[in-house]
């Protein structure tokens, strides 16, 4: 008799970041995560976290409606089902409940995690073996401080944590924010690579003038530059520029990322499980992108160890991240709540071993910093 789904917990836990780390639409000192522990009839535990920005900064989901929403309206979903038919369990959640990716990406998580346990198989393993074991990580710039950003980047070379950098801007004035970023670019030279992120704080006519002086001053990658649904305009955006543009709140899932390519959009795509659902659901993106020539970008929604593991997983199984991943997420939380933490050394990350996702709680930490 197959195993099936007995409990799922739900805990807020808020962790301390390491410095304030400032978007255009929020300034972070505190990540709260939401973990799932979701467990089965044969004695298993499968963990999975939702994680989102700045609480409703930067989407519809908040770290209190993910839990609420798991709590009283899919957890009631799973409880009883067979435990390893993980697409039935997605097809089930989507059927029944509208939206709320981060909460579905948190739960098929937890289901990867506990039949990887079951059949002693990484996460990665059961989506078709890993291509990669250690994986690019670039390194957000973000305290807002010129000096600072330099003095930063700088330490993290010399450390080799990290050669690529990406700058959060759009929260000042544009020709401010270029000043700010032709200054990092200018200090660190050919030692580093240097992307931005607008997070959609500009309109077109601004981005004109602010992605030019970007790409004078030998910047690489422009992330969602315009808002999400202004389809057309990033595509006379990448038409128009040799930088490459990077698409990340345009594109969710699988079918925006069929519209941006049949519309011609060359670039980038930015992969974040939490966008598409889940694991699963950013493969079915990343495929599509594959086939467009489109290249792929591992993206976080700063997610601590157990979300950025899943991440890992998934990414490992595809050929080739052109633009890299910015799963640097755990170390930019002052703490963590696991046993192990991920290994970051030579510019990049290992991908955690062991059946699952290769994750223990620590349940002191995890004990010490939930929400009460």
Known sequence: MSATIQSIETLLVDLPT?????LSMTTMA????????????????????????????????SPESIKCNIDAYLAPLLIGQPSGNVNALRALLNRHARGNMI????????????QGKRLGLSVAELLGGARQAHLPVLWTLASGDTAKDIEEA???????????????????????????????????????SVRVDVNQAWDESTAVYG??????????????????????GLIRLADRFNVPMLADEAVQDARDGLDLARGGFSGAFALKIAKSGGLQGVLELA?????????????????????????????????????GTEMF???????????????????????????????????DKLAHYARK
Not at 18 to 22: D, F, L, Q, T
Not at 211 to 232: C, F, V
Not at 287 to 307: D, M, P, S
Not at 332 to 337: A, G, R, T, V
Request: aromatic letters at 4%; proline letters at 5%.
């Open 18 to 22: 390491i410095r304030p780390h400032k």
């Open 30 to 61: 505190c990540q709260t995560l939401v973990i799932v522990r979701m467990r089965h009839s044969d004695g298993i535990e499968g963990l999975g976290e939702g994680t989102t920005i700045g609480g409703l900064a930067y989407g519809p989901e």
């Open 103 to 114: 909460a579905k990406s948190a739960l098929e998580t937890a289901l990867l995690d506990a």
């Open 154 to 192: 700088r330490l993290r070379l010399e450390q080799r944590r990290h050669c690529d950098f990406k700058l959060k801007i759009g929260a000042n004035p544009v020709k401010q924010d270029v000043r700010h970023v032709a200054a990092i670019k200018e200090a660190l030279g050919d030692r580093a």
């Open 211 to 232: 992605i030019q002086a970007l790409q004078d001053a030998g910047i690489e990658l422009i992330e969602q530059a315009i808002p999400a649904r202004e389809h057309a």
């Open 287 to 323: 495929h599509v992108a594959q086939a467009a020539g489109i290249g792929l970008y591992g993206g976080t929604l700063l997610e601590g160890t157990i979300g950025t593991a899943a991440s890992l997983h998934a990414w490992a199984t595809l050929p080739e991240m052109a633009w």
């Open 329 to 363: 997420g755990p170390l930019l939380l002052k703490d963590d709540i696991v046993v192990e933490p991920l290994r970051y050394r030579e510019f990049g990350v290992d991908l955690p071993a062991g059946p699952g996702l290769g994750i223990t709680l620590d349940e």
